[in-house]
């Protein structure tokens, strides 16, 4: 802590975003969801959130885009704290070193997803929500919105429609988590409040005060307010730094050395536990669907700061 008050945070996020810049080249938006397709590419965002309560951004960090897949972490939170224990009789706690939306890993493994965060596992956690509120979509919703502060957090309904008209893939894994006794509401429920979670917009200053409980015990900075236990908290962060980031999640260790979350959207959030939460933004994605240059400004980030959990 005493360390991170001697940071020039801004000096850092905009040398860092300069960084990002020179990457912006390899990656590709994400195309299999026809609304994502017309991001701009050139977006480029980071913002940081201190548990001391400073914050800083550079670019375009006060423009929301579609969080997609690291809605899971906050779907993973609420299916915690509603089914508890009995949670992970239906989704374990491995890396998949798998794609994300894998079919074949879930067949042979009889329909028990590896971690919460790759697509049938997020299936998993959401059908909890779904199955234990009357208003699914709205209840989360609500929790982004009471986490970041910010009241005007919204659905992004093309982009859910979007993905909706698309989303064979998904529906698969959620026919086939159903058929194996692993989803407790209607697949078609269960898909549209999954749609729904990943098409939230959100900035990254958004992102980083919503995550910064992870950061600091599980306790919201802002408000005070206990939003999971400490043994949750290092939970969820042990099962990003595991599973975060996909098939690509042991080379994130080795170059960022942080627990993260991405999503195709091309934002991540990473949390520097003790301190900090950082999220980062830019869209085109690397082949294992995280962003090229997101995890290159995070890479840069954690280097400059000194900071690693391991
Ligand atoms: N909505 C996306 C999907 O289900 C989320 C995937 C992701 O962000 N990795 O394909």
């Known amino acids: 802590m005493a360390e991170t008050l001697d940071i020039d945070l801004q000096a850092v996020l905009d040398s860092v975003l300069e960084r990002g810049l020179k990457h912006m080249g390899p990656g590709k938006v994400a195309a299999y969801i026809p609304a994502l397709a017309r991001v701009p590419a050139e977006k480029l965002a980071i913002a940081v959130s201190c548990v001391d309560g400073r914050e800083a951004f550079a670019g ?50 009889k329909g028990v997803p590896r971690n919460p965060f790759i697509n049938a596992g997020a299936h998993v956690t959401t059908d909890c929500i779904v199955t234990d509120n009357d208003d699914p979509k709205q209840a989360i919703l609500e929790q982004f919105r009471a986490l970041s502060g910010n009241d005007s957090i919204q659905f992004d309904l093309e982009v859910a429609a979007s993905e909706r008209d698309h989303g064979h893939w998904n529906a698969a894994i959620a026919n086939f988590l159903k058929a194996n006794g692993n989803l407790e509401s209607p697949v078609d429920d269960v898909l549209d409040a999954y749609f729904h979670q990943c098409s939230i917009a959100m900035s990254c200053r958004d992102l980083a005060r919503a995550g910064l409980f992870l950061s600091n015990r599980g306790v919201d900075v802002r408000t005070g307010k206990r939003i999971a236990t400490e043994r949750k908290t290092r939970r969820i962060n042990a099962l990003m730094a595991t599973c975060g980031l996909y098939d690509a999640v042991g080379s994130f260790a080795f170059h960022v050395g942080i627990p993260a979350k991405s999503g195709v959207g091309g934002g991540i959030i990473g949390v520097v536990p003790g301190e900090m939460t950082v999220a980062v933004w830019s869209p085109a994605l690397d082949a294992n669907g995280n962003s090229y240059a997101g995890v290159k400004m995070l890479e840069a980030f954690t280097n400059t700061i000194g900071r690693s959990i391991y």
């Not at 779907?75 to 939306?101: H, I």
Request: aromatic content about 10%; glycine content about 4%.
């Open 60 to 109: 375009d960090a006060e423009e929301p885009f579609s969080i997609q897949s690291v809605s899971k972490l906050f779907t993973l939170l609420m299916a915690m704290k509603l089914r508890d224990r009995a949670l992970w009789k239906r989704v374990g706690r491995e890396p998949s070193g798998n794609p994300f939306n894998s079919l074949v890993q879930l067949e042979y493994e």
